[in-house]
């Protein structure tokens, strides 16, 4: 089976299927048919696979031109029927991973796409998950799924590995193609096989570990990392305002050390589909063994505090220039989670848009990415203008996220109180009406 593969991978003769088309299938699909294997997506999403049918771009990373070629020469398309999955020798299942109201990982869409996939499971086939979870999933729930539903036998008749997604929406250097790989996988055998259908399609480094679970714990490893040195920073920024100094002089100094220190930056909190997420996996996991991950639950507090902290602050500022809160008019400026897209998912500037609602603020919001938005409870829909009016009827414009298409020149001279929590005035002429986080 391994050097049958191995040679449909270097004839290009595999077939390529990817379950769900969101931002980390849609541009692996896009990406395994630009290099040359024929490509099916699915999705239990209609209205998705319309779109690439139509050879209609809804993802940003993903280049509409090629999406449109793709689907016109027929290397590339999508069905919501999974009975297609016989036709293909390579499955990477790319759903969402979220948390549950109680705060715990819902597998819900991991075990109904296995459940689907090992239904029409054909021998000698290759799958793959990169959706972010626990470790152990791949092995403890995968596996076991596919071997029951399909009748066939992993490391002998299919192969099975893990290898995570690592996207950055709207990064103008790394994207799909040309960022490194991990892949871990049930049996030497199959780590070789799947390392050698990614390097078929991608440009950036694979590397191959010895499990799935190596390779499941270092995606969390990654984005727990970054939500731990968010909240020292977070933490550091609150102590800095009671003493009196700049947070950002002070990472600006800091990061002048050219080893051993890597800048990151305070705001109204975590937002994305990994970093405010993927901690609570690893939390949730670990109690299974009786450990209790302490430096990492203290983190999580911090981050997830952050909104509700920048509304505490927005009070003040507005108690500085004699206006309560309650029936104060608060504009927020940007409710994406990241500066130039349009994703909003877990966007702590929707958090601080429900805390400033719960106090009586009336609110209303500019973002040239995201018309509207629906989340946490709450729905809105952006202003269409941002105009000099706009800004001087504010009793309080908040920054939220740093969109670079938004004048921000014109807001400061327009603004009677500036609460800028992501530090994008800094090279503008200083004036008193700012407050930074």
């Known amino acids: 089976m391994k050097q049958e593969l191995l040679k449909k991978i270097e004839e290009k003769k595999i077939v390529a299927g990817v379950v769900g088309l969101g931002y980390v299938g849609l541009p692996l699909a896009v990406e395994k048919a630009k290099a040359g294997f024929k490509t099916i997506g699915f999705d239990v999403q209609k209205a998705k696979v319309d779109l690439v049918n139509a ?18 020469t027929k290397q590339l398309e999508a069905t919501t029927d999974f009975s297609f999955i016989k036709d293909v020798d390579f499955v990477a299942i790319c759903v969402p991973t979220p948390l549950d109201e109680h705060q715990e990982p819902d597998i819900s869409y991991v075990r109904d796409s296995s459940t689907a996939v090992a239904k029409y499971l054909k021998k000698g086939t290759m799958v793959v998950l990169e959706s972010t979870t626990y470790p152990g999933t791949t092995e403890e729930l995968i596996k076991p799924i596919l071997e029951e539903g399909s009748g066939l036998k992993c490391g002998e008749d299919f192969y099975l590995g893990f290898s995570p997604e690592r996207v950055d929406p709207g990064n103008l250097i790394y994207k799909t193609k040309n960022t490194p790989k991990v892949v871990g996988a049930i049996g030497d055998d199959a780590a070789e096989v799947i390392s050698a ?26 984005n727990t990392y970054r939500n731990i040195n968010i909240g020292l920073v977070n933490e550091i920024g609150r102590l800095c305002k009671e003493m009196g100094i700049s947070v950002w002089d002070v990472i600006d100094a ?20 990994c970093i405010p997420l993927d901690p609570y996996y690893l939390t949730w996991k670990a109690r299974e063994y009786g450990f209790h991950t302490t430096l990492i639950e203290n983190s999580m ?13 927005a009070m003040h500022i507005l108690n500085a220039h004699k206006k309560a809160i309650n029936g104060a008019k608060v504009l927020v400026l940007g409710v994406a989670y990241k500066q130039d897209i349009d994703d909003y ?44 009016e706009v800004v001087k009827d504010a009793d309080l414009v908040m920054v939220t996220c740093a969109h670079t298409n938004v004048d921000y020149a014109m807001v400061q001279q327009n603004a009677k109180a500036i609460f800028d929590t992501k530090n994008v005035m800094k090279n503008i002429q200083p004036r008193d009406n700012i407050e930074v986080l």
């Open 254 to 273: 800091a990061k002048t050390k050219p080893y051993g220190f890597q800048a990151f930056y305070p705001g109204p909190g975590l937002g994305g589909h």
């Open 55 to 72: 050879g209609k771009n809804y993802i940003g990373d993903v280049v509409d031109s090629d999406l449109a070629e793709l689907v016109k």
């Open 345 to 388: 998912r877990e966007s702590p500037a929707i958090r601080v848009i429900k805390e400033l609602k719960k106090v009586g603020a009336e609110v209303t919001y500019f973002d040239p990415w995201v018309p509207e938005f629906k989340g946490y409870g709450e729905t809105g829909k952006s202003i269409p203008e941002l105009t000099p």
């Open 197 to 222: 259908m990614y390097r078929a399609v991608l440009e950036g480094e694979v590397f191959t570990v010895n499990s799935p679970a190596v390779a499941e714990m270092e995606k969390i490893l990654e």
């Open 301 to 313: 507090v911090i981050n997830d505090s952050q909104p509700a902290y920048c509304v505490e602050r």
